[in-house]
């Protein structure tokens, strides 16, 4: 029951992280890694797991089966558990499209709500709490379980096996956690958690004065299984391009932003590996994940997804459309037809290759942005800046302007009063993280920086290269 009281306190946890020398930092993060082990791999994790691959050789009937009998039962838990559903009308479930006559739950709605979409039949103390930034700034908290943070491991296994590649295999990781502090200039820029074979590198720190340690920190661990954000790893990748030499390792997974084709190239080619993408969110809701014949397939068990056109209508095979999803596994905060924003369409291309009958799906996600160039040629992806929007709750949009060479404009569109204050408290933390050759301001704007076709990117770049 211990990972809920880290969580709670991640951020007291951080300052304290922050001022130990390295060979303390990879002792901490190693026991971080013993207890999220510990939940990991319980001794029905295994269970899970064989469970999971067994489904793999399902039919399509007995994927809707699977479906309508969890709808049913997270319908049904909801009424009962939790406050927010209590009155719901109480539809009877029998085909997947009853689903329909319940509303569709905005966004907003959700962060608006997030106390009652509790439920009242997990504990509090069982709860883990971790917020999640949208893809502009508006933030919610979303809550969960150790028992949930288990079963979502054994999926992410399960896609380890597509690739290949068993439980525990040592992993070099490029994800959001703050591992160094960001006013360090040498190695290391890393640190390692032992328990878990694995190697987590900062992604605060990538620059081309950075990348030769980067790069010979990689070739020590050459063949290693490598994961990470499609536009970091793509960072990384035109290192390892412009040095003329690739870095062959085992096989690589992203996730947590769109992998465009031309980063996912860029990244076979420089670590001569194939790129298992998959999809998912903090919020737990649902999965996808790319197959060995590269295909994108729709976990069945995990959730069920709608994709609805502006009119609230399913779209049609090939059909680009909203997502709204239904989890089955979070009964912490079970979210219903929930429209989470990003987009995508059914694939109509007959069975996948592969042999398993779960859904094709392609998330289109139209969220593109910009890197973020600092004086000191540190480069910074969407995801890495997405981080400092973490504890932000009180703003509806927050975009990063950097509208000249040595400035950059954190722009906000308020969601109510504390907003003004967030913003500070955000620019003073992408100051110290640009460091003192970058000039960082702050402005209130009444709506968003938006591209052609209404995409709002989190980083503007309007600086000429
Ligand atoms: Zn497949």
Not at 419 to 426: N, R, S
Request: charged share 25%; glycine share 6%.
């Amino acid at each position: 029951m211990l990972e809920p009281l880290i969580r709670a306190n991640i951020n007291r946890l951080q300052g304290f992280y922050n001022h130990v020398p390295p060979p303390a930092r990879d002792l901490i993060a190693s026991a971080r890694g013993w207890f999220l082990a510990r939940i990991r791999y319980a001794p029905d994790a295994e269970l899970i797991l064989n469970d999971l691959r067994a489904h793999e050789n399902w039919t399509d009937r007995e994927i809707s089966a699977c479906q309508v009998c969890c709808l049913r039962e997270t319908l049904e838990r909801a009424r009962r558990d939790v406050p927010f559903y209590a009155d719901y009308p109480d539809i009877q479930i029998e085909r997947v499209e009853d689903l329909q006559h319940l509303p569709v739950l905005e966004r907003e709605t959700v962060r608006e709500n997030q106390e009652r979409l509790l439920s009242r039949g997990i504990a509090s103390h069982r709860r883990i709490r971790a917020g999640r930034t949208g893809t502009t700034g508006a933030n919610l908290t979303v809550a969960y379980t150790e028992a949930l943070a288990r079963e979502n491991w054994a999926f992410l296994l399960r896609q380890w096996a597509w690739a290949g590649v068993a439980p525990r295999e040592p992993r070099v990781t490029l994800f959001g956690a703050q591992i160094v502090p960001a006013k360090r200039n040498k190695p290391p820029f890393w640190v390692y958690n032992r328990p878990d074979r694995q190697a987590l590198l900062s992604i605060f720190h990538l620059s081309e004065k950075t990348a030769p340690a980067y790069l010979e920190f990689l070739r020590r661990h050459e063949g290693q299984v490598l994961e990470g954000f499609p536009s970091v790893l793509a960072i990384l990748a035109d290192f390892v391009l412009l040095r003329g030499e690739a870095i062959p390792m085992r096989v690589v997974f992203t996730t947590g932003e769109p992998l465009y084709p031309a980063a996912r190239a860029k990244i076979e080619a420089a670590f001569q590996a194939r790129v298992f993408d998959s999809y998912g969110m903090t919020e737990y809701c649902g999965l996808i994940q790319e197959c060995e014949e590269g295909q994108m397939h729709l976990a069945p068990e995990y959730g069920y997804l709608e994709i609805l056109d502006e009119q609230g209508q399913p779209a049609g095979p090939g059909e680009e459309g909203y997502f709204v999803w239904t989890s089955f596994l979070n009964e912490a905060m079970p979210l219903i037809r929930y429209r989470i924003g990003d987009r995508g369409l059914w694939q109509d291309s007959g069975p996948c290759a592969c042999g398993r009958a779960f859904p094709l799906v392609v998330p289109t996600i139209t969220r593109e942005s910009d890197v973020l160039r600092s004086a000191d040629g540190r480069l910074f992806s969407p995801r890495a800046l997405n981080q400092l929007l973490k504890e932000a709750s009180s703003m509806r949009f927050c975009q990063f302007v950097h509208d000249r060479p040595e400035r950059v404009v954190v722009r906000v569109v308020a969601g109510n009063s504390r907003a003004a204050e967030e913003m500070m408290q955000v620019r003073a933390r992408l100051q110290e993280l640009l460091g003192p050759g970058m000039q960082v301001t702050a402005e209130l704007a009444v709506a968003p920086l938006a591209r052609p076709g209404g995409k709002l990117p989190l980083i503007v770049n309007q600086v000429p290269r």
